[in-house]
Nanobody
Framework: QVQLVESGGGLVQAGGSLRLSCAAS????????MGWFRQAPGKEREFVGT????????YYADSVKGRFTISRDNSKNTMYLQMNTLKSQDTALYYC??????????????????WGQGTQVTVSS
């Protein structure tokens, strides 16, 4: 069992940066693949990026590659999403998710059993 809570969302100007955090609870956190997803109004939830349980492997959607960086600190039971060079198209509700015994590059939401409540990111221009 894992519980996830996102934080760090807010309003930022285009070109700026923002760092999201996902705090997890549960004894098996370190064994889970973690991912970030986002959903804008009227659109389906989409993949942003994933990180393996060890943090050694990351995978990103083409739309954010080179701008976003995922990391995790298992000693703090926390995953991060560093977002740089933000664009208005990045505006969405951002969710963190966790899945056990799944590939580090799993991109489908159905593969993740645990989800946070989401944190809003709004990029203005």
């Amino acid at each position: 069992q894992v519980q996830l809570v996102e934080s760090g969302g807010g309003l930022v100007q285009a070109g700026g940066s923002l760092r999201l955090s996902c705090a997890a609870s549960g004894r098996t956190f370190s064994s889970y693949t973690m991912g970030w997803f986002r959903q804008a109004p009227g659109k389906e939830r989409e993949f942003v990026g994933t990180i393996s349980w060890s943090g050694s492997s990351t995978y990103y959607a083409d739309s954010v590659k080179g701008r976003f960086t995922i990391s995790r600190d298992n000693s703090k039971n926390t995953m991060y999403l560093q977002m740089n060079t933000l664009k208005s198209q990045d505006t969405a509700l951002y969710y963190c998710a966790a899945g056990h015994s799944i590939a580090a590059n799993s991109v489908a939401p159905k593969h993740y059993a645990y989800w946070g409540q989401g944190t809003q990111v709004t990029v203005s221009s």
